[in-house]
């Protein structure tokens, strides 16, 4: 479903573009490095005899295949699709009792459709732009760890019986982007970027359905990409 979501905005970009645009697609590693913050576990802070206010929980960094498109519809004005492989995440505790802390893993989608600029269209070799877009970030494959299963086992909030498991509500946000294109040849280059993308979720353990603790979670993550490009 998510993959075919994809295709259907790429084919509408394909429709929507002129015939003289430039069409390139962009191949390389795309790392998302999570500038995260959350609000307090306050739950697991009063069943676990903990200050409040003195844990939070964090997002772990995670590289993949980026596969990006770009239109070219005039020589100032471009769109871009970035895509990718799922990415993979843990989600650790912070804070100076249990820090480190297991909670679960997630994967995650987060295409991101931007407007760019170009501000040397004229120059055949150097092509730095900046871009403007919208994300939606869609969680899936949520699962509980060991660890947090283990400590809530300790702590008498559940038993071996209990099912407990994670959910992370889906994301839509503003990206912003700067980069540029090197050009090797008429039809290979490289394509740099990095861009800034609001991705905000809230997390819920919940134990037989449910909800035991539930937590605002800000990702907002640097999202670079280095790879080849492509213009057919």
Do not use: C
């Amino acid at each position: 479903m998510k993959t075919t979501l994809s295709l259907v905005t790429l084919a509408a970009l394909l429709a929507a573009a002129p015939a003289s645009a430039d069409f390139a697609i962009n191949v390389g590693a795309i790392t998302v490095a999570p500038d995260d913050s959350s609000s307090n576990l306050n739950v697991i802070e009063q069943v676990a005899g903990l200050p409040a206010g003195s844990t939070t929980v964090g997002v772990n960094t995670n590289t993949q295949l980026g596969l990006t498109f770009d239109y070219r519809i005039n020589p100032n004005w471009a769109v871009q699709l970035i895509a990718a492989t799922p990415f993979s995440h843990d989600i650790k505790v912070k804070g100076p009792a249990i820090d480190g802390l297991k909670v679960g893993k997630t994967k995650h989608l987060p295409p991101t459709l931007l407007a760019q600029y170009h501000f040397m269209p004229q120059h055949q070799t150097f092509d730095p732009f900046v871009g403007v877009g919208l994300n939606y970030t869609v969680f899936f494959d949520e699962k509980i760890d060991g660890q947090l299963e283990g400590a809530l086992d300790a702590l008498n909030v559940t038993t071996a019986a209990d099912t407990v498991s994670l959910k992370l509500k889906s994301s839509y946000g503003l990206a912003l982007q700067a980069g540029v294109n090197i050009k090797l040849t008429d039809s290979l280059g490289i394509h740099a970027m990095l861009s800034k993308i609001d991705i905000d979720t809230r997390g819920r353990v919940q134990v037989n359905g449910s909800t035991i603790q539930s937590v605002n979670v800000n990702i907002d993550p640097y999202v670079a990409m280095i790879g080849l490009r492509w213009t057919l």
